[in-house]
């Protein structure tokens, strides 16, 4: 069965870390580009960061430069999304997604003929 699976949501104080992961079955990760996105409820779904197939070139929205760091394990079939210094405002479900349109406008070309999406992981910043 071809899918995407997150993991690693959870609560958080803020200024917490977390780290999420998204690893694939039934394909190989290793010949897509990854987009994470994020929705918050009532809130259009965001483009977070996104890695290119081989991991030598990484995207990352304004809202979380600096903070987030996506890197990835082809050999383990897994991309990961390694969130810092997390705010509230972080709160969302997160997704990943073999397709990076929507991230930045440098990611626009990191799209195929078939996407796959997870089905989410939540992460909650509160104190």
């Known amino acids: 069965q071809v899918q995407l699976v997150e993991s690693g949501g959870d609560l958080v104080q803020p200024g917490g870390s977390l780290r999420l992961s998204c690893a694939a079955s039934?394909?190989?990760?290793?010949?897509?580009?990854i987009g994470w996105f994020r929705q918050a409820p009532g809130k259009e779904r965001e483009g977070v960061s996104c890695i290119s197939s081989s991991g030598d070139n990484t995207y990352y929205a304004d809202s979380v430069k600096g903070r987030f760091t996506i890197f990835r394990d082809n050999a383990k079939n897994t991309v990961y999304l390694q969130m810092n210094s997390l705010k509230p405002e972080d709160t969302a479900v997160y997704y990943c997604r073999t397709d990076c349109r929507g991230v930045v406008a440098e990611t626009a070309r990191y799209y195929y003929d078939m996407t796959y999406w997870g089905l989410g992981t939540l992460v909650t910043v509160s104190s």
């Open positions: 039934g394909f190989t990760l290793a010949r897509y580009a």
